[in-house]
């Protein structure tokens, strides 16, 4: 028998970050494990839902044939890939990190987006000023007032 469940597959843990006030022009981020976003959705819904309510519309900016892409070159921020979740109590905007991102860029794009505290010794470093650009480029799409951390 063929099954599309797969219960032999390991529990992941979901690598997502929220602000704590809801409603801005970012609200968090969510660090994809791999490159099958649909497969990773229902556990991103799940945890959601005590927040959001019941999940009643989720919007992409990136095209569905592929999976999210992140575009930062030579210092200019390009369009980058944001999820519009809307559940009955509340709506986010999450920055999706792609599963290739570097380890150190994903977790200060993980910060930035939610607004969380970034020790200062990372401030000088690559990572902060390439996730920076980042979260504020998706911030400037949005077509809200860029608040920088």
């Known amino acids: 028998m063929i099954s599309d469940r797969d219960d032999h597959r390991p529990a992941t843990r979901l690598r997502l970050t929220l602000a704590s006030e809801l409603g801005r022009d970012i609200d968090g981020a969510w660090w994809l494990r ?3 976003t649909a497969r990773e959705l229902p556990e991103l819904i ?12 989720i919007n992409v900016n990136w095209s569905l044939d592929g999976p999210p892409r992140m575009t930062f070159y030579g210092g200019e921020c ?3 890939p944001v999820m519009t979740l809307t559940g009955a109590n509340a709506e986010i905007s999450l920055l999706v990190v792609p599963s290739t991102t570097s380890a150190a860029l994903a977790v200060m794009i ?3 987006a939610a607004r969380l505290p970034i020790e200062p010794f990372h401030l000088d470093s690559d990572a902060f000023k390439t996730a920076e ?9 949005r077509g809200l007032p860029v608040t920088s951390l």
């Open 133 to 141: 650009g980042i979260v504020l480029a998706a911030r400037a799409q």
């Open 110 to 112: 993980l910060r930035h």
């Open 34 to 36: 791999t490159v099958r």
């Open 46 to 57: 799940a945890t959601l839902k005590g927040r959001l309510g019941e999940i009643v519309d």
């Open 78 to 80: 390009k369009r980058q």
